[in-house]
């Protein structure tokens, strides 16, 4: 693996040869949520995994704000070396600015269970914030008593073990214990910007040219029918894959089906 730092991005790689795939991650999630697609594909890919703006180990930034989170990854790559850019969620949102933004760099799209349009505000990923801005860090001893402690305002198990991955013992000044990675406060004040669309800052910039796929969970209510306008509008060159058995986290619940449709749409008239 190599570690890349740019536009105060952490991005790791994997793989020597082959053409570039880039992985966005969406709302509390790391470029290593990805590791597994990533492993398979490396075998015949350079796969860069980045950890977007407020999480992981990139920088923090003082607003959330889709045209500049895009513009920052846009840096990672260049019109000579274009990526097939793969989003989920959040990182879908900026995957899908990036590629409208930066048409030059991105050889193809895939949009996982996220549309260009701004959705009301998701009630679920405020109470998300604030149990884990409610957990005291500085009583905690062990992993464990901190899955306890969120275990009444986030009861799915696997939710829960999404939202642990955030939490990691800190370097320096907080004696050894326990922070959390993700800027919460201003994920938490910037939500609606981040279920949002920057509809006036990409105005003037013609529709995506490049193939696009949109892969979504055939549970999830994130890519409704009628959101089928906008996302030919932006992206006119479009197909949709449904998979069914999976939700909003479409990659994580049915992971060898999303790999293979993935594997597909890479290979497609290269």
């Keep these: 693996m190599v ?57 923090w930034t003082e607003r959330f704000d889709y045209v500049d989170v895009a513009d920052r990854v846009a840096a990672l790559f260049s019109a000579e070396d274009p990526v097939a850019l793969v989003g989920h969620s959040m990182g879908g949102k900026a995957a899908m600015v990036l590629a409208l933004r930066h048409p030059e760099l991105v050889e193809r799209l895939c949009v996982v269970d996220i549309s260009p349009v701004d959705y009301e505000a998701r009630g679920e990923f405020a109470g998300y914030i604030e149990a884990m801005q409610a957990l ?9 008593d901190a899955d306890a402690a969120l275990t009444q305002a986030v009861p799915s198990p696997t939710v829960r073990s999404f939202l642990l991955q955030n939490l990691r013992r800190s370097d320096a000044g907080h004696g050894g214990g326990w922070a ?29 040219p490049g193939r696009t796929l949109w892969v979504a969970g055939e549970n999830s209510s994130y890519i409704e029918p009628h959101y089928a306008a906008e996302m030919e509008r932006w992206f006119p060159r479009y197909r949709k894959v449904t998979i069914k058995g999976a939700g909003h986290w479409v990659h994580s619940e049915q992971p060898e089906v999303f790999l293979e449709v993935l594997r597909r749409f890479l290979a497609a008239d290269r």
């Design 136 to 144: 005291d860090l500085s009583t905690l001893e062990h992993r464990r």
């Design 180 to 208: 959390w990675q993700p800027n919460l406060d201003l994920l938490g004040r910037d939500l609606p910007a981040l279920g949002g669309w920057p509809e006036e800052a990409l105005t003037g910039h013609p529709p995506y």
């Design 3 to 59: 570690l890349r730092q740019q536009s105060g991005l952490h991005a790791t790689s994997m793989g020597e040869a082959g053409p570039l795939v880039a992985f966005c991650h969406g709302l509390f999630g790391q470029g290593k949520n990805w590791t597994t697609a990533a492993k398979a594909l490396a075998t015949d890919h350079r796969v860069l995994l980045v950890d977007m703006p407020n999480h992981g180990r990139s920088a």
